[in-house]
């Protein structure tokens, strides 16, 4: 069974600092991982994903991620936060093939100071 | 175009009632799936419909909840009389068929149970 544990239940910073949210995982096999956000009130949207292409992913709202097997880490970054970046964002795997339920971390909310 | 629709947005029941949650999947999506959100469980699977197949009910926490999917659109979730630790969010989400493919969410569907 693969899990995904999210470090940090809530993360603070300062606008335009650097964001650092933790995720590691946990899986018998090469895992897919994700990161969705969800905004108060708003439904989850997907900000980027790995899926055993290029370790270092790419997503929206200038937002990346890095995954390290040999950490069993898949960490979200963003070079400068903005103030809309306030959310509630989920590191997430997925099953196999056939079996594609996806399994969610608890969560890491975001707060930015202005 | 029209993402996934759910309704009611919201739902009050009383406790021991049933409820009957809706799921417009986006066209074309073959794989439609149910996950709940709730204060003390985080989100978490319930089921899983992929075309024709026999669904995965592996996540539904009793059996007093079941779904269906009628012709391969249209989902139902069913609450049969309800409890107060029913009372989450819950969300549906779709996909193309194929592996790989980004689940999208609908808005969710918030029950409280008095």
């Known amino acids: 069974a693969q899990s995904v544990t999210q470090l940090d239940s809530h993360v603070s910073v300062s606008e335009g600092t650097p964001v650092l949210l933790r995720c590691n995982y946990s899986s018998s096999y090469s895992p897919s991982l994700f990161w969705y956000v969800q905004h108060p009130n708003k439904g989850l949207q997907l900000l980027l994903k790995?899926?055993?292409?290029?370790?270092l992913v790419k997503g929206i709202n200038g937002f990346e991620a890095e995954f390290k097997k040999s950490e069993t880490s898949f960490h979200l970054t963003k070079p400068s936060a903005h103030m809309s970046d306030a959310a509630e964002y989920f590191c997430?795997?997925?099953?196999?093939?056939?079996?594609?339920?996806?399994?969610f971390g608890t969560g890491t909310r975001l707060t930015i100071i202005p | 175009g029209a993402g996934v629709s759910q309704s009611p947005s919201n739902k009050v029941t009383e406790k021991g009632k049933d409820v009957e949650l809706r799921c417009d999947p986006i066209s074309g999506h073959t794989a439609l799936y149910w996950y709940r959100q709730s204060l003390g469980q985080g989100l978490e699977f319930l089921i899983y419909f992929q075309g024709n197949s026999a669904p995965d009910k592996s996540g539904l926490p009793s059996d007093r909840f079941s779904a269906e999917r009628t012709g391969g659109s249209v989902s139902t979730l069913t609450i049969q009389r309800t409890q107060q630790e029913d009372s989450a969010v819950y969300l549906c989400?779709?996909?193309?068929?194929?592996?790989?493919?980004?689940?999208?969410f609908g808005p969710g569907t918030r029950l409280t149970v008095l």
């Open positions: 989400a779709s996909s193309v068929q194929s592996f790989g493919n980004e689940q999208f």
């Open positions: 790995y899926t055993s292409a290029a370790t």
């Open positions: 997430v795997v997925r099953g196999l093939f056939g079996n594609e339920k996806l399994t």
